[in-house]
């Protein structure tokens, strides 16, 4: 059974940082793309941010050149590095890894302006 296990979540002021860290157990993170969506208050759940077993990246339009994605394929652990935090960014985000599709448990992010 995958689990999926996100910390680092927290509360920060708009114009800083956190990152997110995503572990997972099972034996076929190396293989799978993994991914972090968020879902704020009352809207739907989005991607934020993908990367591939190769390492290939894609981020949403909201986030790009504010978020890094990465992955330690050694440590069985993804990554989501956010700076320049805005308020806008407030959310519960999840992590994603979609061979097998798993998701974890979400991570609260408040941005306090």
């Known amino acids: 059974q995958v689990q999926l296990v996100e910390s680092g979540g927290g509360l920060v002021q708009a114009g800083g940082s956190l990152r997110l860290s995503c572990a997972a157990s099972g034996s076929f993170f190396a293989f799978s793309p993994m991914a972090w969506y968020r879902q704020a208050p009352g809207k739907q759940r989005e991607l934020v941010a993908r990367i591939t077993s190769a390492g290939a990246t894609n981020y949403a339009d909201s986030v790009k050149g504010r978020f890094t994605i990465s992955r330690d394929n050694a440590k069985n652990t993804v990554y989501l590095q956010m700076s320049s935090l805005k308020p806008e960014d407030t959310a519960v985000y999840y992590c994603?890894?979609?061979?097998?599709?798993?998701w974890g448990q979400g991570t609260q992010v408040t941005v306090s302006s």
């Open positions: 994603n890894q979609e061979v097998p599709t798993r």
